[in-house]
């Protein structure tokens, strides 16, 4: 078995090293390693009985081939699921074992890609996970600068940032980053303007042309006008406070009230 | 090296890999962390739902239970058992932890709900059905007829039934469809359950399953189990009391005991008593009648001793429309002629007629204990041998109240007859004739009403007795004392008027309309002729009603109620509901409404419509009658949809009347289970409502009474010194009747409020309302020469339909003060009486496990108040606190033999009257060392000795009680049967009420107890107590 398996990682970890990897044949290479490590008790081992170093630290470099493969393939489903999978061999299992050299690497993409979505929270817990020590360690200290710039809503900081992203792997993320960026401006000017010169909407939006801009208006139902950008005010329902009922509700207290003894 | 996961998510992430066999590793993983990460799973459990939905998935039963245990987790019940149904075998019952016990309790609760929904379903079903098919044969039937009659017809009808045929297809198709509506059990739950009852039973735990099946309805599991265990016996009786008392729906009832009087009637010894226990449950007559004629038949004593011991039980449990059909039911022997006398030969029985005699006086035997009369006339005898009242109580009370106030003279009166209820003791009036000579009007209907209190039950001689005060006819006296007289005689042959009534109606004919005879005639009548039924007498009395007299009317409206008592009569119902509405008086409304709910009794469901009706009228005393409606349709079945309605008229309820009753009617719903009452109405006892305080007082007293509940007396207490009048009263009453029977040694608190009670009355100040109460509730405390508590229930715990009548009509005392006496319809004598097969009372011994004096009679007040009279009035308060602090401490010199010294301390200037009475005591424990003498010597030699023993050291820990004794309510658990060598009980749970001895040596002669007088025969021969000589009245 342990022969099947080594042969296995070898090649998976051969596949997921070349630039392009056939996705097909990297996914079914994972799923199979995966049923032997199941079978053979190496994925997740139950936390009863002394733990097997090798096989934990074999279990922890297929599964960061894993996440690595994801990002290459860019498959942001298949790279949550397994950053989830990963973790448990860092914080858990890794207490007792020397640290992977790629462990801040792979935690500083995740932490990217929950910047790139905007899920601020679900950001800092992980950044909590992570020793305090760390932070200056080039992967995590550009996801910690991101968040700042983020935070001060300099978003002209992030694109200078963005060009130079600690690894290769980020870059996937970087992009990302930029169009969520993009949604967020968008949604603000939405709400701060009736209406926008077309240059300054370019400067605005960060695009690179105004033919852009006007893409833009159109697949948002903005008018142009005269080279001006008209937007459409979505009608926005105040709340109202719900009078009638909040009296029925009072009357009907008052009632009870009296009706005790 | 040991490692602590602190999250599951790399594991829930398995569940998204597109691999079977992982998704199975994951979810295995997760069924031993689920415990520990519920919480985190539970943001994924779509997923795990999905796979368990997902029908390819190989390991769906892994993904149920690991979603049964996320959501039993979060605390979703309903789901989790859903998916532990879906888990099948993953799920196993056998488990004990927390997860498997809440979800098998859970499922246990959800499928008892269904099946009981479902049974009920089946059971409509099967009644509409039966009608239908009841409904088709008539017309068939008609149908039939109508061919012979008119063969012309015939194509007609033909056309007919088929158009019938379509319509019964079409019903049936209805029925299918409303079938497939009712709800399904599902199999799987169905499967859980099963396999529950079979570990129970692998582990003996018989009692669990059995309840848990009657409350299912699992018949099937029911039979299965009483087969099953040993001790049968023990099951049945188990299982027989569970059916009694817990299950509410009555056909299922029925059902249940149908199966357990299968059981018992296969066995090979028969059980007579618990038969003929269940055929009453079931209403089946004639198998009773059967078995109580084949019990005659047998030759064997002991089967007859079974026969009258079941006729007695019968006679207290059963209705006494079952009684009267029983009694038809029972074969009419044909008379033995007697043998003629042939030359001069003495003639004699054959052997074939003495059988026959003896089989006649049997017969007649039984008959007469159905009909109540023995047992009536044993418990008069017991009344009066046991008498312990102590008059002096009530002496000091009297003396204290202004004769003038004509509301409490005639309240001693009454207080009085409460005192004396049924011991034919009239000594009291006898020697207060000149005091009694100035009480008028009602008062006097009251006084003379009391005759019959004191003779209650002396049917015999009940027209000896009251014959001075009797309507003659020819004017004699006062129109008072001749309604008095009337309500008397039906107060005496409370429901065994087959005598007086016709005289009571005789008299209602001919009191020229005198509104206050008829007011003494229709309660008579109504007390006399209880539940009979009659549509004659029901007529009179209404005839009364539409004269539209406010007194007589009120009268008439109960007593149409007591006369219908349970019998649901809608016609009797309507008529009285018109008139409710067309009639001004207030008071006929009342008694209209108060005998509408008479009417209701015991109806449950059937009642609902009424009360609806009731209490949506706009009338307060209808909605007042609702109340009692309720509380005599559901009494004693602790229904809570019925109480919740009361609980919520009691705080709503615009008028105070109808809260009031609305409160009083709790206590008749929850009577049976009286330790529940005090916390019911702990709230109500303390609201702001007046009306609602005295109501709660109220049923605390009648639920309570007799059992001295610490719990009742700590919430009676504040409300004795309430701050409105008529709390009070209702509050000392009601302690009177938790307080019946106790002495000092159970309950402390008893002397201490006798003292209440006499500084109440003898208090200047206290509000007239109050010191009501307080005779009231001394005369309740010893009620009955001491002999009697009041209960609603029999002592086998069912309902005791005239007790309850009683005290909801005692209960309108309210409005009209003559209707207290009705709470003489609930006293009853706690007594043992042992008789043997001649229906005699042998002498005969009971043990009584405990100390004497725990159960002792109250000390009487007697000599002490002797001395004070002695003594100048105005030392009495001076002296009281001196006084308790020596009675304690004489009383511990009796305890410890040695009352002849006396302390100096205590000797201070109050000696004079101290050594007269240390003087008294000691004549009066001379006395009873005499006596106790007396008895040494009849006993035997051992026992002398043993007797010494205990006198010598510490008081005994047992007491050896003759025939009859009083047994309190406490006492009965103490009593065993072991003392007497020559009498055993033939019903062995029997340890009150009327016992059936089989005599171990029937050839030795038989001692007798006397018996103090004879009412059934030799009427001529005995002498009765004279009654008290007419007194005259003052005319004003």
């Known amino acids: 078995m342990e022969e099947q398996l080594f042969k296995l990682s070898k090649e998976f970890k051969f596949q997921v090293g070349q630039k392009q990897p056939d996705s097909i044949a990297c996914k079914k290479l994972l799923t199979k390693l995966k049923i032997v490590m199941a079978e053979e008790g190496i994925l997740f081992p139950g936390t009863d009985f002394p733990l097997d170093v090798k096989n934990v630290i074999f279990a922890r470099e297929v599964l960061e081939l894993a996440v690595i493969m994801s990002v290459k393939l860019e498959d942001m489903d298949l790279f949550e699921r397994q950053i989830s999978q990963v973790k448990p061999y860092y914080f858990d299992y890794g207490t007792e074992i020397k640290k992977s050299e790629n462990e801040l690497l792979i935690l500083g993409m995740n932490l990217l890609y929950l910047l790139s979505l905007n899920r601020i929270g679900e950001f800092h817990t992980e950044l909590e996970l992570i020793e305090f020590e760390s932070r200056s360690n080039p992967f995590i200290k550009f996801n910690l600068q991101v968040e700042e710039l983020l935070l001060d809503g300099n978003y002209l900081g992030i694109q200078t940032i963005c060009e130079k992203p600690p690894s290769d792997l980020y870059s996937v993320f970087v992009s990302r980053l930029k169009l969520s960026i993009q949604e967020l401006i968008l949604n603000c000017t939405n709400k701060s303007y009736k209406s926008l010169d077309l240059k300054t909407a370019k400067d605005l939006f960060m695009i690179e042309s105004i033919e852009e801009v006007k893409e833009m208006a159109k697949t948002n139902n903005w008018r142009i006008v005269d080279n001006k950008l008209f937007f459409e005010n979505l009608d926005e329902d105040e709340e109202k406070i719900p009078t009638n009922k909040v009296i029925r509700e009072i009357i009907g207290y008052a009632k009870e009230l009296e009706k005790i003894i | 090296m040991s490692v602590v996961l602190s999250t599951a998510s790399g594991i829930i992430a398995l569940l998204d890999e597109p691999d079977n066999d992982l998704k199975t590793y994951a979810l295995r993983k997760l069924d031993s962390l689920v415990d520990q990460f519920w919480a985190e799973i539970s943001d994924s459990i779509g997923k795990i739902e999905a796979l368990y939905e997902d029908e390819e998935f190989p390991s769906r039963t892994l993904a149920a239970i690991v979603a049964s245990k996320v959501y039993y987790h979060l605390g979703f019940l309903d789901d989790s058992l859903l998916f532990a149904l879906g888990a099948g075998q993953l799920f196993d019952v056998s488990q004990r932890d927390e997860f498997t016990r809440t979800l098998i309790s859970k499922s246990f609760n959800d499928y008892i709900e269904k099946r009981n929904v479902i049974t009920e379903e089946e059971h409509k079903l099967k009644l509409k059905k039966e009608e239908e098919?009841?409904?088709?044969?008539?017309?068939?039937?008609?149908?039939?007829?109508?061919?012979?009659?008119?063969?012309?017809?015939?194509?007609?009808?033909?056309?007919?039934?088929?158009?019938?045929?379509?319509?019964?297809?079409?019903?049936?198709?209805?029925?299918?469809?409303?079938?497939?509506?009712?709800?399904?059990?599902?199999?799987?739950?169905?499967?859980?359950?099963?396999?529950?009852?079979?570990?129970?039973?692998?582990?003996?735990?018989?009692?669990?399953?059995?309840?848990?099946?009657?409350?299912?309805?699992?018949?099937?599991?029911?039979?299965?189990?009483?087969?099953?265990?040993?001790?049968?016996?023990?099951?049945?009786?188990?299982?027989?009391?569970?059916?009694?008392?817990?299950?509410?729906?009555?056909?299922?009832?029925?059902?249940?005991?149908?199966?357990?009087?299968?059981?018992?009637?296969?066995?090979?010894?028969?059980?007579?008593?618990?038969?003929?226990?269940?055929?009453?449950?079931?209403?089946?007559?004639?198998?009773?009648?059967?078995?109580?004629?084949?019990?005659?038949?047998?030759?064997?004593?002991?089967?007859?001793?079974?026969?009258?011991?079941?006729?007695?039980?019968?006679?207290?449990?059963?209705?006494?429309?079952?009684?009267?059909?029983?009694?038809?039911?029972?074969?009419?022997?044909?008379?033995?002629?007697?043998?003629?006398?042939?030359?001069?030969?003495?003639?004699?029985?054959?052997?074939?007629?003495?059988?026959?005699?003896?089989?006649?006086?049997?017969?007649?035997?039984?008959?007469?204990?159905?009909?109540?009369?023995?047992?009536?006339?044993?418990?008069?005898?017991?009344?009066?041998?046991?008498?312990?009242?102590?008059?002096?109580?009530?002496?000091?009370?009297?003396?204290?109240?202004?004769?003038?106030?004509?509301?409490?003279?005639?309240?001693?009166?009454?207080?009085?007859?409460?005192?004396?209820?049924?011991?034919?003791?009239?000594?009291?009036?006898?020697?207060?004739?000149?005091?009694?000579?100035?009480?008028?009007?009602?008062?006097?209907?009251?006084?003379?009403?009391?005759?019959?209190?004191?003779?209650?039950?002396?049917?015999?001689?009940?027209?000896?007795?009251?014959?001075?005060?009797?309507?003659?006819?020819?004017?004699?006296?006062?129109?008072?004392?001749?309604?008095?007289?009337?309500?008397?005689?039906?107060?005496?042959?409370?429901?065994?008027?087959?005598?007086?009534?016709?005289?009571?109606?005789?008299?209602?004919?001919?009191?020229?309309?005198?509104?206050?005879?008829?007011?003494?005639?229709?309660?008579?009548?109504?007390?006399?002729?209880?539940?009979?039924?009659?549509?004659?007498?029901?007529?009179?009395?209404?005839?009364?009603?539409?004269?539209?007299?406010?007194?007589?009317?009120?009268?008439?409206?109960?007593?149409?109620?007591?006369?219908?008592?349970?019998?649901?009569?809608?016609?009797?119902?309507?008529?009285?509901?018109?008139?409710?509405?067309?009639?001004?008086?207030?008071?006929?409304?009342?008694?209209?409404?108060?005998?509408?709910?008479?009417?209701?009794?015991?109806?449950?469901?059937?009642?609902?419509?009424?009360?609806?009706?009731?209490?949506?009228?706009?009338?307060?005393?209808?909605?007042?009658?609702?109340?009692?409606?309720?509380?005599?349709?559901?009494?004693?079945?602790?229904?809570?949809?019925?109480?919740?309605?009361?609980?919520?008229?009691?705080?709503?309820?615009?008028?105070?009347?109808?809260?009031?009753?609305?409160?009083?009617?709790?206590?008749?719903?929850?009577?049976?289970?009286?330790?529940?009452?005090?916390?019911?109405?702990?709230?109500?006892?303390?609201?702001?409502?007046?009306?609602?305080r005295f109501g709660a007082a109220m049923a605390l007293g009648i639920t309570c009474a007799g059992t001295a509940n610490k719990d009742a007396l700590e919430l009676l207490e504040p409300l004795t010194k309430d701050l409105n009048n008529i709390v009070r009263q209702g509050a000392l009453i009601a302690t009177g009747m938790v307080l019946m029977q106790s002495n000092e040694k159970q309950e402390p608190k008893v002397s201490k409020i006798k003292e209440q009670f006499y500084e109440i009355v003898s208090d200047k100040y206290e509000h007239k309302m109050t010191k009501m109460g307080a005779i009231l509730g001394a005369g309740l405390i010893d009620a009955g020469g001491r002999n009697v508590t009041i209960s609603m229930q029999t002592t086998t715990g069912e309902n005791d339909m005239t007790a309850i009548v009683g005290l909801a009509i005692f209960s309108q005392y309210w409005f009209w003060h003559p209707l207290t006496y009705f709470i003489s319809l609930a006293f009853q004598p706690t007594a043992l009486i042992g008789l043997n097969k001649d229906l005699n009372m042998p002498k005969f011994k009971v043990k009584s496990n405990a100390k004497p004096s725990l159960f002792a009679y109250p000390s009487p007040l007697v000599e002490k108040k002797k001395v004070e009279k002695k003594v100048e009035t105005a030392v009495l308060s001076v002296t009281k606190k001196e006084q308790r602090r020596q009675e304690e401490k004489a009383e511990q010199k009796k305890i410890n033999e040695d009352n002849s010294q006396m302390d100096s301390e205590e000797v201070d200037e109050k000696k004079i009257i101290e050594e007269e009475k240390e003087k008294e005591k000691e004549m009066e424990k001379e006395k009873e060392k005499e006596k106790e003498k007396e008895k040494e010597k009849e006993m035997e030699k051992e026992e002398k000795k043993e007797v010494k023993e205990q006198k010598e050291n510490e008081e005994p820990e047992e007491e050896i009680l003759e025939n009859p004794t009083r047994i309190t309510l406490d006492q009965r658990k103490y009593i065993t049967f072991d003392v007497d060598t020559r009498y055993k009980p033939i019903k062995e749970s029997a340890k009150f009420g009327i016992v059936m001895l089989l005599d171990t040596k029937p050839d030795e002669d038989e001692e007798l107890i006397e018996i103090a007088f004879d009412t059934t025969e030799k009427k001529e021969e005995e002498k009765e107590p004279e009654p008290p000589e007419p007194f005259e009245y003052f005319s004003d």
Request: glycine content about 6%; aromatic content about 6%; some cysteine.
């Open chain 2, 133 to 692: 098919e009841k409904n088709k044969t008539k017309t068939i039937f008609d149908d039939e007829e109508e061919d012979s009659e008119l063969e012309n017809m015939l194509i007609d009808s033909d056309e007919d039934s088929e158009q019938d045929e379509g319509l019964y297809e079409a019903k049936n198709e209805r029925i299918l469809i409303e079938k497939t509506e009712v709800e399904v059990i599902d199999p799987r739950l169905e499967k859980v359950i099963n396999s529950v009852f079979r570990r129970c039973f692998l582990e003996k735990e018989f009692k669990e399953a059995l309840g848990i099946a009657i409350e299912a309805r699992r018949i099937d599991i029911i039979k299965e189990i009483i087969e099953m265990v040993d001790k049968t016996d023990e099951m049945l009786t188990y299982c027989l009391t569970i059916a009694r008392k817990y299950i509410q729906s009555r056909w299922y009832r029925q059902e249940v005991l149908t199966v357990l009087l299968e059981i018992y009637e296969s066995r090979p010894e028969l059980d007579y008593i618990n038969i003929c226990d269940i055929l009453l449950f079931l209403n089946d007559v004639e198998r009773l009648s059967e078995i109580l004629n084949e019990l005659i038949l047998e030759k064997s004593i002991e089967s007859n001793l079974n026969a009258c011991q079941i006729a007695f039980d019968l006679y207290e449990n059963a209705s006494q429309h079952f009684l009267n059909e029983l009694v038809l039911l029972l074969p009419d022997p044909i008379p033995v002629n007697k043998p003629v006398e042939k030359d001069g030969i003495v003639a004699e029985y054959t052997p074939m007629e003495q059988k026959r005699l003896e089989y006649i006086k049997k017969m007649d035997q039984i008959k007469s204990i159905l009909s109540g009369k023995t047992t009536i006339n044993l418990h008069l005898q017991f009344l009066n041998r046991n008498n312990k009242t102590d008059l002096q109580n009530l002496i000091r009370l009297k003396e204290k109240t202004d004769s003038r106030h004509s509301l409490l003279t005639s309240m001693i009166v009454m207080s009085h007859g409460l005192i004396s209820c049924g011991t034919t003791s009239d000594v009291f009036l006898r020697e207060n004739l000149g005091w009694l000579a100035n009480i008028s009007n009602w008062a006097k209907f009251c006084s003379t009403a009391s005759l019959g209190l004191i003779h209650k039950g002396h049917l015999d001689k009940a027209f000896t007795i009251l014959e001075p005060y009797l309507p003659q006819g020819s004017g004699g006296s006062s129109p008072y004392s001749e309604g008095g007289s009337l309500y008397a005689l039906g107060l005496i042959n409370t429901k065994h008027g087959e005598e007086v009534t016709p005289f009571l109606l005789e008299a209602l004919k001919n009191c020229q309309r005198n509104n206050i005879i008829q007011h003494g005639a229709c309660l008579g009548i109504g007390l006399s002729s209880m539940a009979v039924g009659d549509m004659q007498t029901y007529e009179e009395l209404r005839g009364v009603l539409y004269n539209d007299d406010a007194v007589a009317g009120e009268a008439a409206g109960i007593a149409m109620g007591l006369l219908m008592l349970g019998t649901g009569n809608s016609k009797a119902i309507q008529e009285m509901w018109n008139y409710a509405h067309q009639t001004e008086h207030e008071k006929i409304i009342r008694g209209v409404s108060v005998g509408m709910s008479l009417i209701m009794y015991g109806k449950e469901q059937e009642a609902e419509g009424l009360i609806e009706q009731l209490y949506s009228d706009k009338d307060s005393i209808l909605r007042y009658g609702a109340m009692f409606t309720i509380a005599m349709a559901y009494a004693g079945t602790s229904n809570e949809k019925a109480l919740r309605k009361l609980l919520h008229v009691a705080v709503s309820d615009v008028n105070d009347d109808v809260r009031r009753a609305a409160v009083i009617a709790i206590g008749f719903l929850l009577f049976k289970e009286p330790k529940q009452v005090p916390k019911t109405l702990s709230l109500l006892a303390k609201s702001y409502n007046n009306s609602v």
